[in-house]
């Protein structure tokens, strides 16, 4: 009986840091700036078996998002032209707005849920995220859930 891959979603602090190392390394190579996995994995201070026990069970979750269909929540602070904001930020990331529900404000907090198609040409989604978050006015963002578009 095959094992069935499991897939998680975390923050970077929450990750070994041979596995960013791995991932450092594979851009590395990706890049040209590392002809071999042995220059790699020397940049990055790993060992070649470490490199080669991880490289094809971690990746930048931008990297796995293109096609998808992501889901953020974000709780804002309810202000006049935020909504707007968040979804210009949304836009310069180039990615397509499918869904968007924003609860009524309770205590002066709205809840917002956006389901993001990613395209072949939208920027990094954890850069859209950070950036999101960073507006003044939200208080928080999460990746709710991730699946093929």
Do not use: C
Request: glycine content about 6%.
């Amino acid at each position: 009986m095959e094992e069935r891959k499991r897939f998680f979603v975390v923050t970077e602090k929450a990750i070994p840091d041979v596995l960013i190392k791995v991932v450092s390394a594979k851009k590395l190579l990706d890049s040209g700036r590392a002809l071999s996995v042995q220059e790699a994995t020397e940049a990055v201070g790993i060992s070649r078996s470490s490199f080669y026990k991880y490289k094809d069970d971690i990746f930048p979750f931008h990297d796995s998002a293109k096609g998808m269909t992501i889901t953020i929540s974000v709780q804002m602070d309810d202000e006049p032209g935020l909504l707007s904001d968040v979804l210009k930020i949304i836009a310069e990331f180039k990615a397509n707005i499918l869904t968007i529900h924003q609860s009524i404000p309770i205590n002066g907090v709205a809840s917002l849920s956006i389901s993001i198609q990613v395209l072949s040409d939208t920027g990094d989604i954890s850069d859209m995220i950070d950036k999101v978050g960073a507006e003044k006015g939200v208080q928080s963002v999460r990746i709710l859930g991730k699946e093929q578009g």
